[in-house]
């Protein structure tokens, strides 16, 4: 459904969104996160994704094609796939 909605995913479920992200390049993005930690500790884990997303790019922030994990230390890792190669060279242009 994520992927038909163009939605990003959060799960706790590695595995298998791990694989399935992999075998879709241009995907929305998938957060990984560890379970365990309730509600609102979940979302300070989100939260901390969209920061880290917004460090690589203050302009046009974006999960697409990219594996977040947060990792139970809080640190996280990023995975980015491989762009399809029908957006590869694509210049992105903001017209107000």
Do not use: W
Not at 13 to 35: E, K, M, V, W, Y
Not at 50 to 63: G, H, R, Y
Not at 67 to 95: C, F, M, Q
Request: proline share 4%; aromatic share 4%; with cysteine.
């Amino acid at each position: 459904m994520g992927q038909t909605e163009d939605r990003s995913v959060v799960t706790i479920n590695a595995g298998d969104f791990r694989r399935l992200a992999r075998q879709t390049p241009g995907h929305a993005g998938l957060i990984i996160i560890p379970s365990g930690s309730g509600r609102d500790g979940q979302l300070r884990m989100i939260e901390s994704v969209f920061d880290k997303a917004l460090e690589k790019n203050v302009i046009l922030p974006s999960l697409r094609s990219c594996i977040y994990e947060v990792l139970e230390d809080g640190s996280i890792k990023i995975e980015v796939s491989e762009e399809p190669a029908i957006l590869k060279g694509t210049t992105l242009r903001v017209v107000n």
